[in-house]
């Protein structure tokens, strides 16, 4: 399912992002959080273009504290 919805490319319940390396996410995180069955996909550019991330893991936890730290209240 994930491929088929990368190939259908972004759209106002699914976004894109290359890498967790800045917070410019944030913003996508809040907005898709007040709507219901929205997806960040990261790893892939926004032509759809798969790219992939090293050490997912340690991306996950990254994600997770950037939001815990910067949004309030928690999402």
Known sequence: MLIEEILNGENEKREFKENAK??????TVVAFANGNGRKIIFGVK???????IENEFE???GIINAISDNCYPLI
């Open 46 to 52: 926004d032509d759809g273009k798969i790219i992939g």
């Open 59 to 61: 991306v996950m936890d």
């Open 22 to 27: 800045t917070n410019t996410y944030i913003k």
